[in-house]
């Protein structure tokens, strides 16, 4: 695959997650307003809670969707490589609300545990299966687009975790309704409180790795640096003062420093090892400073 053809597909992609996060907010919405004005004429607090919960979807889906918004404006002079990160910022700080969202539920969790209350199990049912219904339908519409989009990734792990939540509250519902153990309603919000905070940590160590600069997840310089050498063994004295890091998970950046063997064509070589380290490495983006000399040099960063 060439890097133009790549860079293409990333902007396709992206269009794609685009619309499928337009549908998601759509159906969330649509059920939240239901939720708001079934709750008002039927007087269910527990309604315009779930309601109160579906804004918080919609709140991580617009984050989003701001972000895709953000990151196809095309670079310029003072933002060179565009606004792709806005999509990482954004899951970042989707990864930060989830850890809100499991606050909440503890506080209530706790507070359940030391206030008990009897709980209408029909109503938390009834709830529970609209909530579940809107979950599934995101998670399936998202379900693809999240491979290698830490934004959509965020969105999808937060659809994930409430649809595992109105699972387990859907079976505590009928438990209760049979049983009377109220006490299962907090039990089953602790255990969903730990899928998310999972998740959540997931999300925020990949997005924080691309935010601080740190080589992408299973690469590092050594390992390229003794690569090239190897591969272009007859051309390559030396390969230092090398630096990798990620713009977005599909967009790879290094920079390096060689020193060529002499008689060796400047340009011919750096055309091969780019083209070498975009097949191998799927770097898109490569800068190699030759030299001849031992006594150039250059800051140690």
Same mark, same amino acid.
């Given at each position: 695959?060439?890097?133009?053809?790549?860079?293409?597909?990333?902007?396709?992609?992206?269009?794609?997650?685009?619309?499928?996060?337009?549908?998601?907010?759509?159906?969330?919405?649509?059920?939240?307003?239901?939720?708001?004005?079934?709750?008002?004429?039927?007087?269910?607090?527990?309604?315009?809670?779930?309601?109160?919960?579906?804004?918080?979807?919609?709140?991580?889906?617009?984050?989003?969707?701001?972000?895709?918004?953000?990151?196809?404006?095309?670079?310029?002079?003072?933002?060179?490589? +565009?606004?792709?990160?806005?999509?990482?910022?954004?899951? $970042?700080? *989707?990864?930060? %609300? @989830?850890?809100? #969202?499991?606050? !909440? =539920?503890?506080?209530?969790?706790?507070?359940?545990?030391?206030?008990?209350?009897?709980?209408?199990?029909?109503?938390?049912?009834?709830?529970?299966?609209?909530?579940?219904?809107?979950?599934?339908?995101?998670?399936?519409?998202?379900?693809?687009?999240?491979?290698?989009?830490?934004?959509?990734?965020?969105?999808?792990?937060?659809?994930?975790?409430?649809?595992?939540?109105?699972? +387990?509250?859907?079976?505590?519902?009928?438990?209760?309704? $049979?049983? *009377?153990?109220? %006490? @299962?309603?907090? #039990?089953?919000? !602790? =255990?969903?409180?730990?899928?998310?905070?999972?998740?959540?940590?997931?999300?925020?160590?990949?997005?924080?790795?691309?935010?601080?600069?740190?080589?992408?997840?299973?690469?590092?310089?050594?390992?390229?640096?003794?690569?090239?050498?190897?591969?272009?063994?007859?051309?390559?004295?030396?390969?230092?003062?090398?630096?990798?890091?990620?713009?977005?998970?599909?967009?790879?950046?290094?920079?390096?420093?060689?020193?060529?063997?002499?008689?060796?064509? *400047?340009?011919? %070589?750096?055309?091969?090892?780019?083209?070498?380290?975009?097949?191998?490495?799927?770097?898109?983006?490569?800068?190699?400073?030759?030299?001849?000399?031992?006594?150039?040099?250059?800051?140690?960063?």
């Amino acid at each position: 695959m060439k890097k133009e053809n790549k860079i293409d597909q990333i902007f396709e992609y992206r269009d794609v997650a685009k619309k499928r996060l337009i549908l998601s907010l759509t159906i969330t919405l649509t059920v939240m307003f239901v939720e708001i004005f079934g709750g008002i004429i039927s007087n269910s607090v527990a309604l315009l809670s779930d309601a109160s919960h579906m804004f918080t979807h919609a709140f991580a889906i617009s984050i989003s969707l701001f972000a895709i918004y953000l990151a196809q404006k095309p670079a310029c002079h003072h933002k060179t490589f +565009g606004l792709y990160r806005a999509e990482v910022l954004s899951a $970042f700080i *989707n990864g930060l %609300f @989830l850890f809100v #969202i499991v606050g !909440f =539920i503890l506080y209530e969790a706790i507070m359940r545990f030391l206030n008990p209350i009897e709980i209408d199990s029909i109503y938390m049912f009834v709830v529970a299966l609209i909530g579940l219904s809107v979950n599934i339908a995101s998670v399936l519409l998202l379900h693809g687009s999240q491979k290698g989009n830490l934004n959509v990734k965020g969105v999808f792990y937060h659809m994930i975790g409430d649809a595992a939540s109105s699972i +387990g509250i859907v079976f505590v519902s009928i438990m209760i309704f $049979f049983t *009377n153990w109220f %006490f @299962l309603d907090p #039990i089953i919000s !602790f =255990i969903i409180s730990g899928l998310i905070i999972y998740w959540a940590y997931g999300i925020l160590k990949d997005s924080g790795r691309i935010l601080l600069e740190m080589t992408p997840s299973g690469l590092n310089i050594d390992m390229i640096e003794k690569d090239l050498k190897a591969k272009f063994e007859k051309e390559i004295e030396t390969v230092e003062h090398t630096h990798l890091w990620t713009i977005t998970p599909q967009i790879l950046v290094i920079t390096t420093h060689v020193r060529l063997k002499k008689g060796i064509d *400047n340009d011919d %070589f750096i055309s091969r090892a780019n083209d070498y380290l975009f097949e191998k490495y799927e770097i898109s983006e490569s800068t190699i400073e030759v030299r001849y000399s031992e006594e150039v040099r250059s800051c140690n960063i």
